[in-house]
């Protein structure tokens, strides 16, 4: 079994600042960990994966997210905000068999960016 | 490629009424999610296919949905009769084998008065 917990509904910082979007996760196999952002009136699309390999994993719009095993953690950042970043944001995890190809998503973080 | 394609974009319909929402996956993908997303809810799957065959149905709330995957390129989610609970956004994805990337469509915004 799998499951996601976002801290903090909603997150707010003004452009220019750090971004930091906590996941933490719980996973019986080895992890499979997405980060998602939904844009308003729109479908998720994926900023970032971590499947095997580097824990630290670069995506789009300059996020990166580390994989923590020992923190069971998978936090989201990005080092300068941009108005444009105003999103939510939906941590994901898979087990990694076959027949667990299913993503249980955390309940989203609202990131608000202010000028 | 066109992405995840799905019909209607919005769906206004009165309670008691069948509403059919639509889904074309990606070509290639194997296969195909249904979420539904409410404030109070958040996002939950509802049901996935692989290859065309339901895997897990447990997320559907009741009897009244229902959803088909009668091919590879076409799945239908279906409600009868409705509810003013049923409003949300409807979510269809789809992702080729394995553990691979969930691609989503723009969603259907379904409200039942």
């Known amino acids: 079994a799998q499951s996601v917990t976002q801290l903090g509904s909603h997150v707010s910082v003004s452009e220019g600042a750090l971004v930091l979007l906590r996941c933490n996760y719980s996973?019986?196999?080895?992890?499979?960990l997405f980060w998602y952002v939904q844009y308003p009136n729109q479908g998720l699309q994926l900023l970032l994966k971590?499947?095997?390999?580097?824990?630290l994993v670069k995506g789009i719009n300059g996020f990166e997210a580390e994989f923590k095993k020992s923190e069971t953690s998978f936090h989201l950042t990005k080092p300068s905000a941009h108005m444009s970043d105003a999103a939510e944001y939906f941590c994901?995890?898979?087990?990694?068999?076959?027949?667990?190809?299913?993503?249980?998503f955390g309940t989203g973080t609202r990131l608000q960016v202010t000028l | 490629d066109a992405g995840v394609i799905q019909s209607p974009r919005h769906e206004v319909t009165e309670m008691g009424q069948e509403v059919t929402l639509r889904c074309k996956p990606i070509?290639?993908?194997?296969?195909l999610f249904w979420y539904r997303q409410t404030m109070m809810r958040g996002l939950e799957l509802l049901i996935y296919?692989?290859?065309?065959?339901?895997?897990?149905d447990s997320g559907m709330p009741e009897d009244r949905f229902s959803a088909k995957m009668p091919n590879a390129s076409f799945s239908t989610l279906k409600i009868q009769p409705s509810e003013p609970r049923d409003s949300a956004v409807y979510f269809c994805?789809?992702?080729?084998?394995?553990?691979?990337?969930?691609?989503f469509g723009p969603g259907t915004r379904l409200t039942v008065l």
């Open positions: 994805a789809s992702k080729s084998g394995g553990v691979d990337t969930q691609y």
């Open positions: 994901a995890v898979s087990g990694n068999t076959g027949t667990a190809s299913k993503l249980t």
């Open positions: 971590y499947t095997t390999g580097a824990t």
């Open positions: 296919f692989n290859n065309n065959v339901p895997i897990d």
């Open positions: 070509s290639g993908h194997n296969s």
């Open positions: 996973s019986s196999v080895p992890p499979y």
